[in-house]
C-alpha cells in the first residue's frame, strides 16, 4: 500500500524516512534499535524522492523504510552483534542481503537489537539490553492486565520479544519500519516473530546469500525476513533470493520472483499436523488455536492429516551439539588481531588472545564456545558430534517421508506460549530457556526448509500467538500462498500503541501497515 | 560422570576462553547431560549429515581476481597496526600452565 502511495506521490520517501526516525525516537524504551543511521537514511530517502519525481523508481522497494538484524555487515555503519567483542566495528562492506535492498532502493534506518551473536531466545542477552515486546504497551495487553497498586512501577511487567531477531521483530511490529531482516539458525526470526504479532519467514537453506551475516551454524543459518503481511514477505524474499557467487551454499537454481496468487480452490490441498509437535508445555489457548487452524482448512475442503515426525524430540538436543560445535568453530576468528575489540595484554598472543575473548564475550558466548569444543574433543568426537550428524538425517528424513506421502504443507504452533514477563523469563538460564522455546522452529533448521510464522490470535493476556506453516525446499511459493489464505481466515488485528510522543502527548497510533 | 580438572583446563587452552566460576562449570556439565540424551537414538548404518545441500554438486568458478586492493579498509578496524601489518605479540609462546595462569580452575 505505501508503495503505492509513493508512486502517486501522496507521500514522499523523505516524509516517511521523517515519521519513521521520529516514531523510532517515541518508541526508544523498546530499545529495539541499536544503531540508528539518520544521516544516511535521510540521504537515502532524499535519492529516492529523486527518482519518484523522475517517475523511475527501481522497484517496489524504492523508499521504503527497513531495518537489519545487528549481526549484518552494513558498509560504514557499526556492527556490533550486541557483543563487546564487536563494539567499534565498522563493517568495510555490505552483506550481500544488505546490498540487494539499498540497490533496490530501500533505505536503511538502522540496525536492531538481539541476543549477543544471536544466541539465545529472548532478546535479553546483548550488551545494550533486553528489546520490550511492543505489545507491552498495546491497548489489548493493558485491558487484560490485572492493575496494579499506584506505587508500583507500570513499567515492571512488560514482556519479551523472543528472539534472537527481537529487535527486528519489535520494530516492524511497532511500525518503526515496513520490514527487517533477521537471522534464523533455530527459530531465531520465527520466534520473536509468533510473540510480537508480525509475519517470519525462514527461507530454505541455500536459497538467500548469508554473505556477510556474521555466522552462528554454517549449516544452518540462513537471513530472515520480518513484515506485517505474507504478501510483504514476498516481494522481500523476491529481492533477496538467487545465487550469490560470494556464498558457495547458495544454489545456483535460477530464481524467480513471484506474487502470490489468492487461493480459490483448497479441496487440492493437503495438510499435515504433525502429532509429536504437540510438544510437553504447550499451553492449552495455543492447543485449542491449532486446532481451530486445521479446523478452519477442513471445513474450507483441504485434507487435513495428522503425521508422524518421530525424531522431533531430539532434535533440540542435536541441534545443541551442532551449533556449540560450529560456534566453537566460528568464534574462533574473534582474536582482536584484525577487528574488533582487543585487550591490552600483550605477553604473547595466546595470552591476548584469552584475555580479549574473556573480556568480549558474556557468559552465553563463552558457555557455547567451551561445549563445543568439548564435543569436538577427540574422545568425545564420534559419540557426540558424529552422532548428532546422524540423528540429523533421521530428522531430515522424516519430513522426506511426510512430504513424500503427499503432504503440501505442514501446520504447528510457533512457540509454546504467548510472550512471558521478561522478571519471569531471566529466572531461567539461557540454555534452559532455548532448549524449551525452540522446540517447536528448531527441526526446520535441521531439515533446511522453509517455514513462516503467521500471527492467528490473540492469548487471554492480549499478545499474539502466531502459527507455523513448514514447506518443502525451495517450495515458497506454495508456502507463503497457503499462509497468505491463511492469513486473510484469520484477519488478526492490528497492534493498538499506546505511545506518548516526546512532544508530551498520548496518542493512538495506526498507520498503512504493509507496503505491498 | 563429572568433568576432570585436567579436561576443563585443556578445554580453556583450546579455546583460548574461560569458564570464570562455578557456574561456568555447572553450566558445561549441563550441557553434557542434556547431550547424552543423543545416546537414546539408534543410528546403526545412518550416514551422518554435514550440509542439507548434500545431493547437488559443489561447483567451481575460474581461477581470476575479481576483488582486492581494499588494504586501507581492512586495516581500519585493527587496533594495533604498522604500515601495511597487523601487530600481533610474540607466538610460540603457550598459555602458561594451570598453577601459574590466573584462571578459577586453580582452585579445583
Redesign the interface.
Known amino acids: 500500500q505505501v508503495s503505492a502511495a509513493l508512486r502517486e506521490g501522496r507521500v514522499t520517501p523523505t516524509e516517511l524516512c521523517q515519521r519513521c526516525l521520529s516514531l523510532i525516537k517515541s518508541t526508544k524504551f523498546l530499545n529495539a534499535y541499536i544503531t540508528v543511521a539518520e544521516e544516511t537514511a535521510l540521504k537515502q530517502a532524499g535519492e529516492s524522492e529523486k527518482r519518484y519525481r523522475r517517475g523511475q523508481p527501481l522497484g517496489v522497494l524504492d523508499g521504503i523504510p527497513i531495518a537489519v538484524k545487528d549481526n549484518f555487515n552494513t558498509a560504514g555503519i557499526e556492527t556490533t552483534c550486541a557483543s563487546n567483542m564487536l563494539k567499534g566495528?565498522?563493517s568495510?562492506?555490505n552483506a550481500t542481503v544488505v546490498q540487494k535492498l539499498l540497490d533496490q532502493g530501500a533505505v536503511l534506518l538502522g540496525k536492531t537489537n538481539l541476543d549477543e551473536f544471536a544466541m539465545g531466545s529472548g532478546s535479553t542477552d546483548g550488551v545494550f539490553g533486553p528489546v520490550r515486546n511492543p505489545w507491552s504497551y498495546s491497548r489489548q495487553f493493558k485491558e487484560k492486565s490485572v492493575p496494579k497498586s499506584h506505587s508500583e512501577d507500570e513499567d515492571s511487567n512488560w514482556v519479551i520479544t523472543g528472539g534472537s531477531s527481537g529487535g527486528s521483530a519489535a520494530a516492524v511490529s511497532s511500525f518503526t519500519c515496513f520490514a527487517a531482516l533477521g537471522s534464523d539458525t533455530g527459530g531465531s526470526t520465527r520466534n520473536p516473530a509468533a510473540h510480537c504479532g508480525v509475519v517470519g519467514l525462514k527461507p530454505t537453506?541455500?536459497l538467500i546469500s548469508r554473505h556477510g551475516l556474521i555466522p552462528l551454524v554454517n549449516?544452518m543459518d540462513v537471513p530472515g525476513i520480518l513484515t506485517r503481511c505474507v504478501d510483504d514477505a514476498a516481494v522481500l524474499l523476491g529481492s533477496l533470493a538467487g545465487h550469490d557467487?560470494k556464498d558457495?551454499?547458495t544454489?545456483?537454481d535460477n530464481f524467480k520472483p513471484f506474487e502470490l496468487p489468492d487461493l480459490t480452490d483448497i479441496s487440492k490441498l493437503s495438510i499435515g499436523i504433525p502429532k509429536e509437535y504437540h510438544a510437553p508445555g504447550l499451553s492449552s489457548e495455543i492447543l485449542a488455536l491449532w486446532s481451530k487452524a486445521s479446523d478452519l482448512f477442513k471445513n474450507a475442503g483441504a485434507k487435513v492429516i495428522e503425521v508422524s515426525l518421530p525424531?522431533t524430540r531430539?532434535s533440540i538436543?542435536?541441534y545443541?551439539?551442532l551449533c556449540?560445535a560450529e560456534v566453537?568453530s566460528n568464534m574462533a576468528r574473534f582474536?582482536?588481531?584484525?577487528?574488533?575489540h582487543?585487550s591490552d595484554?600483550?605477553?604473547?598472543?595466546?595470552?591476548?588472545?584469552?584475555a580479549t575473548?574473556?573480556e568480549g564475550?558474556n557468559?552465553v558466548v563463552?558457555?557455547r564456545?567451551?561445549?563445543g569444543?568439548?564435543?569436538l574433543?577427540k574422545q568425545n568426537y564420534e559419540?557426540?558430534f558424529?552422532?548428532?550428524?546422524?540423528?540429523?538425517?533421521?530428522i531430515?528424513n522424516d519430513f522426506v517421508k511426510v512430504f513424500g506421502s503427499g503432504v503440501d504443507v505442514l501446520l504447528t504452533p510457533t512457540t509454546l506460549s504467548d510472550a512471558v514477563p521478561y522478571m519471569e523469563f531471566i529466572k531461567e538460564?539461557n540454555?534452559t530457556r532455548s532448549?524449551q522455546d525452540d522446540i517447536l522452529t528448531q527441526a526446520a533448521n535441521m531439515?533446511?526448509l522453509p517455514a513462516v510464522n503467521v500471527p492467528s490470535g490473540l492469548s487471554e493476556r492480549g499478545l499474539p500467538i502466531g502459527l507455523q506453516f513448514i514447506g518443502q525446499?525451495f517450495q515458497e511459493k506454495q508456502l507463503l500462498t497457503v499462509a497468505k489464505w491463511f492469513e486473510k481466515q484469520v484477519k488478526f488485528p492490528m497492534i493498538q500503541l499506546e505511545v506518548k510522543r516526546h512532544d508530551h502527548g498520548a496518542f493512538q497510533h495506526q498507520k498503512s501497515a504493509s507496503f505491498s | 560422570q563429572k568433568?576432570t580438572v585436567e579436561?576443563l583446563d585443556?578445554?580453556?587452552h583450546?579455546?583460548?576462553?574461560?569458564?570464570?566460576d562455578a557456574?561456568?562449570i555447572e553450566?558445561?556439565q549441563?550441557?553434557?547431560q542434556?547431550?547424552d540424551?543423543?545416546?537414546?537414538?539408534n543410528?546403526d548404518g545412518?550416514?551422518?549429515?554435514?550440509?542439507?545441500?548434500e545431493d547437488?554438486c559443489?561447483?567451481l568458478?575460474e581461477d581470476d581476481v575479481t576483488e582486492g586492493n581494499?588494504t586501507n579498509?581492512?586495516l581500519?578496524?585493527?587496533?594495533?597496526k604498522v604500515e601495511e601489518y597487523?601487530v600481533?605479540?610474540?607466538?610460540?609462546?603457550?598459555?602458561?600452565k594451570l598453577e601459574e595462569r590466573e584462571t578459577f580452575l586453580q582452585g579445583s
Do not use: W
Open positions: 566495528y565498522i568495510p562492506y537453506y541455500g549449516s557467487p558457495s551454499t544454489i545456483q525424531h531430539y538436543v542435536c545443541h551439539v556449540t566453537a582474536d582482536g588481531l584484525e577487528y574488533g582487543r595484554t600483550n605477553k604473547s598472543t595466546e595470552s591476548m588472545y584469552a575473548r574473556r564475550f557468559d563463552r558457555g564456545i567451551l561445549s569444543n568439548y564435543f574433543l559419540n557426540y558424529v552422532k548428532a550428524q546422524k540423528v540429523r538425517r533421521l531430515a538460564d540454555r532448549a531439515a533446511g525446499s | 568433568v579436561v585443556h578445554l580453556e583450546l579455546a583460548l576462553v574461560d569458564f570464570r557456574e561456568g553450566r558445561l549441563k550441557a553434557i542434556f547431550a540424551q543423543l545416546h537414546e537414538v543410528t545412518v550416514e551422518p549429515m554435514d550440509s542439507v545441500l547437488r559443489l561447483y568458478r581494499c579498509e581492512l581500519k578496524n585493527a587496533r594495533e597487523f600481533a605479540p610474540p607466538g610460540n609462546i603457550p598459555l602458561p
